[in-house]
C-alpha cells in the first residue's frame, strides 16, 4: 500500500511520551497525534454537563457525537489546541479534575470504540507518530515503529512537579503526585479494554536519567535503522 509509516508511542502517565512524540515528528515531518488529549477532551465535556462518571449510557452518546479537533500551535506551553464541539479546552484539560476522572471515562467501551475509529481515520494515509496507552497494541497495531516508554514513579512525579512550577500553578507534594500517577497507572493498567501494556514487537525504553534530546535521538535512529530495513 501506499501507507506512510507510523510511528507508536505507548506508556504510563509522565514518561515524556507527548514531549518526545512532538520532537520525534517535527525531526521526521510526520504529524503528531495526541490521543490522550481527546480522552481529556471527553472527560471535560462529561464533568460540563455534569453526567455522572458511572452514566455508560449518556457518556457512550456524547463520545459518539462529539466533534474533537487537535491543531498545532506556536504556543510553548501548549504546542496543540484541542478543540470539542468547537470550545477551546486546550487548557481546561490539564486540571486536576479532569486529570482524576480520564482513566475512569477512558475505561469506557464504548467511548473508547468512538474514539479509536476516529484516530484510525485520521491514520489511514500514516505519516504520524501516535501517542497513548493502546497505539501500538490496539490502534495502529501494524505500526512500522513501536516504542514503550517508561520512568519510575519518583522520576515521573519529579517531571509533574516541575510542570506545574513552569506553568506557574499551585505547587503539589511529589507524595502526593505519586500517588496520583501510581493510581492512574493501575486503572490504565487493569481495565478491561485495551489496557495500558507493552505490543510484543514494542521496544522499551527506560527513561530514567536520560534528557528529552536523548530519548528523541533513539527513536529516530531506531526509525531510521528501521526504514533502512523496508
Ligand atoms: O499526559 P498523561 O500521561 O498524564 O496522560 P494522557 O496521555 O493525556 O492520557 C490521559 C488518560 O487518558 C490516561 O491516563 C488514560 O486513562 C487515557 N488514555 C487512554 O486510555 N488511551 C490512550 N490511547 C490515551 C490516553
Ligand atoms: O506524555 P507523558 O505524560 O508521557 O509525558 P510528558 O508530558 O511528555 O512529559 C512530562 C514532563 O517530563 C515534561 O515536562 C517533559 O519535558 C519532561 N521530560 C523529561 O524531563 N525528561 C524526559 N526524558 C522526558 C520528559
Known sequence: SDRQPIIA???PAGAGKSTVARQVATQ??????????????????VLQQGIA?????????????????????????FPVRVWINDTDVTQAIRSIEVTSQVSAIAAQAAVRQAL???????????GLVAE???IGTHVFPDAEVKIFL??????????????????????????Q??????ERDWKDSTR?????????????LQTDGLSISEVTSKIVDYYQQRLSQW
Not at 150 to 175: I, M, N, W, Y
Open 177 to 182: 503526585l505519586e500517588k496520583d500517577i501510581a
Open 132 to 134: 497513548g496507552r493502546d
Open 53 to 77: 462518571i458511572d452514566d455508560d449510557c449518556a457518556i457512550a452518546e456524547l463520545a459518539n457525537k462529539c466533534k474533537i479537533e487537535l491543531t498545532p500551535s506556536q504556543d510553548i506551553k
Open 150 to 175: 517508561t520512568a519510575s514513579v519518583g522520576e515521573r512525579a519529579r517531571r509533574r512537579q516541575q510542570d506545574f512550577k513552569t506553568q506557574g500553578q499551585p505547587e503539589v507534594s511529589l507524595e
Open 192 to 204: 478491561k479494554v485495551s489496557p495500558l501494556k507493552k505490543a510484543v514487537d514494542a521496544i522499551e
Open 28 to 45: 521526521l515531518g510526520l504529524v503528531y497525534l495526541d490521543t490522550g488529549a481527546m480522552y481529556r477532551a471527553v472527560t471535560w465535556l
Open 9 to 11: 508511542i505507548d506508556g
Open 116 to 126: 479509536v475509529k476516529q484516530q484510525q481515520n485520521w491514520g489511514k494515509r500514516g
